[in-house]
């Protein structure tokens, strides 16, 4: 169906690691606020 370029990252890598990154920095902000 669709073709992965091998230069590029993928749509669904690129969205994982953004939403790594809000998780992370939420957790980060709670626990500051826990403290």
Excluded: D, G, Q, Y
Excluded at 1 to 24: D, G
């Amino acid at each position: 169906m669709f073709r992965e370029h091998p230069n590029r990252p993928s749509k669904v890598l690129v969205l994982f690691l953004f939403t790594l990154a809000i998780i992370l920095k939420l957790a980060i902000i709670i626990m500051e606020f826990a403290m």
